[in-house]
């Protein structure tokens, strides 16, 4: 499913994996093999949050790319595996790509939240995992990947949402919501959801909760 919003198509492809077309290019974020439909090699550009296998996977970035396709990805990422030039992004750092200015913003799970393995370590380290924030032709996007609602969020705003809402590894459909009303955001566009058992979710829930508040909200 396609949802459009100010002259940018935005789809989700399954899972957090994201499509982003303009009328002159088209970008992807996060990109699972296992939910693409054929090979476009369409991508102008490539973001890469983490190295967890459903949001860098080499098979599924190429799949999307041809022969002029710039891959962007977090700088504490190893992408020895990609046979092509990378861009690397600083933690906090920003940058401008095929016109698309992005900023990292900061993604991690407590260390004392709910949101840790059976040793008690957080799924994903502060350090282990960027969101990006995008200016797209005067649209803002936020992609805050793999993350619970932190601190560091209460600033950001945003025209698209696109928050995971699955729970177990990322903040859950309730926290998402709060975060949803931080952002304040037009168009709200949850993923990471009902892949597998883990991150189930209700998310008709989520979207009477962020609806409520008079935001549009699209389940793709």
């Given at each position: 499913m396609v949802v459009e919003h100010d002259g940018?198509?935005?789809?989700?492809?399954?899972?957090?994996?994201v499509r982003i077309a303009t009328d002159d290019r088209v970008l992807y974020i996060d990109l699972w093999s296992e939910m693409l439909d054929g090979a476009p090699h369409d991508a102008d550009v490539?973001?890469?949050?983490?190295?967890?296998f459903d949001h860098y996977d080499v098979d599924g970035i190429e799949a999307v790319a041809g022969d002029g396709t710039t891959a962007v990805a977090y700088e504490a990422i190893d992408t020895s595996e990609l046979d092509r030039e990378v861009t690397k992004l600083a933690y906090d750092g920003t940058l401008t790509v095929d016109g698309i200015d992005v900023r990292a913003i900061p993604a991690y799970n407590r260390s004392d939240g709910e949101h840790v393995d059976d040793e008690g370590e957080p799924f994903h380290?502060?350090?282990?995992?960027?969101?990006?924030?995008?200016?797209i032709d005067g649209t803002t996007v936020y992609?805050?990947?793999?993350?619970?609602?932190?601190?560091?969020h209460t600033d950001i705003a945003a025209d698209v949402f696109i928050p995971p809402i699955g729970g177990h590894f990322t903040m859950d459909r309730r926290e998402a919501a709060r975060f949803a009303e931080?952002?304040?955001?037009?168009?709200?566009?949850?993923?990471?959801?009902?892949?597998?058992?883990?991150?189930?979710?209700?998310?008709g829930a989520f979207e009477e909760d962020v609806e409520a508040d008079e935001r549009r909200v699209e389940l793709m």
């Open positions: 940018l198509d935005v789809e989700r492809l399954g899972h957090a994996s490539v973001f890469i949050t983490h190295d967890d380290a502060e350090g282990e995992v960027i969101g990006l924030l995008f200016e992609f805050p990947s793999d993350t619970d609602f932190l601190e560091e931080s952002v304040d955001p037009d168009l709200v566009l949850p993923v990471h959801y009902d892949t597998f058992e883990q991150v189930e979710t209700d998310a």
